[in-house]
T-cell receptor, first 115, second 114 residues
Framework: AQTVTQSQPEMSVQEAETVTLSCTYDTSESDYYLFWYKQPPSRQMILVIRQEAYKQQNATENRFSVNFQKAAKSFSLKISDSQLGDAAMYFCAYRFYNQGGKLIFGQGTELSVKP | DAGVTQSPTHLIKTRGQHVTLRCSPISGHKSVSWYQQVLGQGPQFIFQYYEKEERGRGNFPDRFSARQFPNYSSELNVNALLLGDSALYLC?????????????FGPGTRLTVT
């Protein structure tokens, strides 16, 4: 089965601190993209970061970085210098090279940021 | 430039009724995908359309159908509504249908079935 597991339904972080959100996935395919999306209360799904499975180098976007372990099928998101605006639901997802637009999402982790 | 737009924002329907949700992609985008997000869960893929043809279908019953128009806008239709169809319906557009193209999501339509 093609699944994405986010084992932390809720996480909390102090403003300016660092937090890591976990994600594991299960697939027998070897070619895919991995994503982290952010969904604030406004409901708009926003792409945070993207990783291509064939790239060994971990993706980084400003304060956001990933730890991609392909053999372990693990894809965690690290948020550094957390800001109040980072509070949102975070979804891990992947998409196969040969399946067009179909994204497979996890259940989400709700992140709260304390001032 | 305008992002992905969806209408209506909210909708309340009764069991057994039919509903049509609409999506306008970002200008220049030719592919539209639809997702259902039940409260407390991640989105589930329903359909992808590219160049007015269905390119992918998720595990949803035949009550769900969609189409894409020549201007690349799209409609999602759901017949014989059930209480379990209550969800946020998200539309995403991309330049083309291939996986390498990024998807941009709209704000969603909140459907409540009573």
């Amino acid at each position: 089965a093609q699944t994405v597991t986010q084992s932390q339904p809720e996480m909390s972080v102090q403003e300016a601190e660092t937090v890591t959100l976990s994600c594991t996935y299960d697939t027998s395919e070897s070619d895919y993209y991995l994503f982290w999306y952010k969904q604030p209360p406004s409901r708009q799904m926003i792409l945070v970061i993207r990783q291509e499975a064939y790239k060994q180098q971990n993706a980084t976007e400003n304060r956001f970085s990933v730890n991609f372990q392909k053999a372990a099928k693990s894809f965690s998101l690290k948020i550094s210098d957390s800001q109040l605006g980072d509070a949102a639901m975070y979804f891990c997802a992947y998409r196969f090279y040969n399946q067009g637009g179909k994204l497979i999402f996890g259940q989400g982790t709700e992140l709260s940021v304390k001032p | 430039d305008a992002g992905v737009t969806q209408s209506p924002t909210h909708l309340i329907k009764t069991r057994g009724q039919h509903v049509t949700l609409r999506c306008s992609p970002i200008s220049g985008h030719k592919s539209v995908s639809w997702y259902q997000q039940v409260l407390g869960q991640g989105p589930q893929f329903i359909f992808q359309y590219y160049e007015k043809e269905e390119r992918g279908r998720g595990n949803f019953p035949d009550r769900f159908s969609a189409r894409q128009f020549p201007n690349y806008s799209s409609e999602l239709n759901v017949n014989a509504l059930l209480l379990g169809d209550s969800a946020l319906y998200l539309c995403a557009s991309s330049l083309a249908g291939q996986a390498r193209y990024e998807q941009y999501f709209g704000p969603g339509t909140r459907l409540t079935v009573t």
